[in-house]
């Protein structure tokens, strides 16, 4: 399977996401990670897992626009489970994992900004299926804290737009921030039991 973490929006959690996803594909087959950011904070990430010899690791290259679908396709063919992890803003990469991915998870705060960048990525997503209609789009809530009303807020708003909404959901977590810079994934620091769980529940959900 070949999945994409998008939206237009940055910092929403799209690599964090991505590279958990990696990890966890890794354990059961050939993984490959698409960088598809400019910034390329997952091979940053890819870069420190090297450095701290966590294994497995998704083999991670990075491709820029088109390249993410056309060298990206034939990269995949080589793989169990392909992950790109699409830079917010750029379009054309954002079109072209659109292109690539048999199933787009789109990472969304709680908020009026999020709320109002969804309109966005989904108009693209809209005309990514006109071209790619197998696409399966999920929505993820993440960096969420769910004690306050922002939450349930989101979820009637996502619920009206008629997204298919996952009903596992990533808090505002230290661990999260932390586990990136040391390569490595919320499992391998053990530090914090409920973001393991969430990445697992996440898994469990997005993989079926
Ligand atoms: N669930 C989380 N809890 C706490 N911090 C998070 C969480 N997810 C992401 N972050 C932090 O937020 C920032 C943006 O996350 P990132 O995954 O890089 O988003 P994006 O790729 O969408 O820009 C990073 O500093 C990251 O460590
Ligand atoms: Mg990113």
């Given at each position: 399977m070949i999945f994409a973490c998008v939206n237009t929006?940055?910092?929403v959690g799209k690599t964090t996401t991505a590279v958990h996803l990696a990890v966890m594909l890794a354990k059961q087959g050939r993984t490959l990670l698409i960088d598809g950011d400019p910034q390329a904070s997952a091979a940053s990430w890819a870069a420190w897992r090297v450095e701290t010899n966590l294994d497995p690791s998704?083999?991670?290259?990075?491709?820029?626009?088109k390249a993410i679908f056309s060298e990206g396709k034939e990269l995949a063919e080589g793989f169990d489970h392909t992950v790109v992890d699409a830079g917010g803003r750029d379009t054309t990469g954002l079109r072209s994992s659109l292109l690539l991915a048999e199933r787009a998870?789109?990472?969304v705060g709680a908020s009026q900004l999020d709320a109002a960048a969804l309109t966005d990525v989904m108009s693209i997503v809209d005309l990514a299926k006109?071209?790619?209609?197998?696409?399966?789009?999920r929505v993820l809530l993440t960096?969420?804290?769910?004690?306050?009303?922002?939450?349930?807020?989101?979820?009637?708003?996502?619920?009206?737009?008629?997204?298919k909404i996952l009903s596992a959901i990533v808090c505002e977590r230290v661990?999260?921030?932390?586990?990136?810079?040391?390569?490595?994934?919320?499992h391998e620091m053990k530090k914090d039991p409920s973001a393991i769980q969430e990445m697992d529940a996440f898994f469990q959900e997005v993989t079926q």
């Open positions: 929006k940055g910092g998704p083999v991670t290259v990075c491709l820029h626009e998870i789109i990472p006109d071209y790619n209609p197998r696409l399966d789009v960096r969420v804290d769910p004690r306050t009303k922002d939450m349930a807020e989101m979820l009637d708003f996502l619920k009206g737009q008629g997204l661990a999260f921030r932390r586990v990136i810079g040391e390569g490595g994934t919320v």
